[in-house]
């Protein structure tokens, strides 16, 4: 069966972000945050929470386990480059322990708020590590960025055909502007190791009132063309992930559903990214 080889330092699985820059996704959701700022939070919290599950102490040092390649590539206007910056902004694809150097992120402080131990709630600073910066400005050139990744993925899956394919997650809010990106998406999802196809998971982000739709089962339940074709640029759901879906809250999903999401609000994207990198249920 495919999408069993297990995940680790000498076989590890690779995630790429794909994220829209373009100048709509500085559109505003519920609670006041532009789209682009909530999809770096939660891009930036995943990769924070793969480095944390990584983390192995080894006598009196602490090392990262090599056990994913992590990609950030953002496309807006008429740039197609790397999410990364400091220390990483050459490539777009990196090991997690270089992405986990300190020397490659900062630090935000935010305030948090926690219980004071006394059944009051009290803020707290924090500190927050943030490998990816939002942006929005100009175009949607999805078809190009699509292509561009799929460019990086032929390189990843030759020097990995043992391992666990890898996973391209793309963020966007817009129909693209320079052209159809669905034979991209058609051409990536064929692109495979030897333990099964590369999946692609589309997140489409909005700041519309409406019905969220996750994980789709048809593409005639869909409400319109653009959300059809998203079905079809889709990767059909891992059985671990549906399980893993399933035991949180997720119903009606099955290995027919597509890896989906619709007008996606706050809620949403967070569901979406949690089961998205649980290739094997543990990060």
């Not at 700022?37 to 990262?64: L, P, S, Y």
């Not at 460019?151 to 502007?177: F, K, M, R």
């Not at 495979?192 to 982000?205: P, W």
């Not at 059809?228 to 879906?245: D, G, N």
Request: glycine share 8%.
């Amino acid at each position: 069966m495919p999408y069993e080889q297990e995940i680790g330092e000498k076989r590890p699985t690779c995630y790429l972000f794909v994220i829209d820059q373009s100048g709509s996704m500085e559109e505003t959701m519920d609670g006041g945050v532009t789209k682009a700022k909530f999809v770096a939070d939660v891009t930036n919290k995943t990769i924070q929470q793969f480095i944390t599950a990584c983390r192995v102490k080894e006598g009196e040092t602490t090392r990262i386990k090599n056990r994913y390649d992590i990609g950030i590539l953002g496309y807006g206007g008429d740039s197609i480059a790397s999410g990364f910056g400091h220390g990483l902004a050459s490539k777009i694809i990196w090991p997690l322990s270089d992405i986990g150097n300190p020397e490659n992120y900062h630090a935000e402080e935010r305030t948090v708020k926690e219980s004071d131990g006394q059944g009051g709630v009290i803020d707290v600073p924090k500190k927050f590590p943030v490998w990816y910066e939002p942006k929005s400005s100009g175009n949607t050139p999805m078809r190009a960025a699509l292509t561009r990744a799929a460019e990086l993925l032929v390189q990843w899956c030759d020097a990995h055909p043992e391992n666990y394919p890898p996973t391209l997650i793309h963020v966007t809010d817009g129909e693209s502007t320079d052209g159809d990106a669905e034979d991209v998406a058609t051409a990536i999802k064929q692109l495979h190791t030897n333990d099964g196809e590369c999946l692609v998971f589309n997140l489409h982000v909005s700041k519309q009132a409406g019905e969220r739709i996750l994980f789709p089962l048809a593409e005639d339940a869909l409400p319109d063309a653009y959300a059809k074709m998203l079905f079809r640029m889709s990767s059909t759901i891992p059985e671990k992930m549906v399980q893993y879906a399933t035991a949180h809250g997720i119903a009606n999903v099955n290995s027919s559903a597509r890896f989906f999401a619709y007008k996606a609000d706050i809620e949403t994207i967070v569901k979406f990214y949690d089961i998205g990198t649980r290739a094997n249920q543990n990060r």
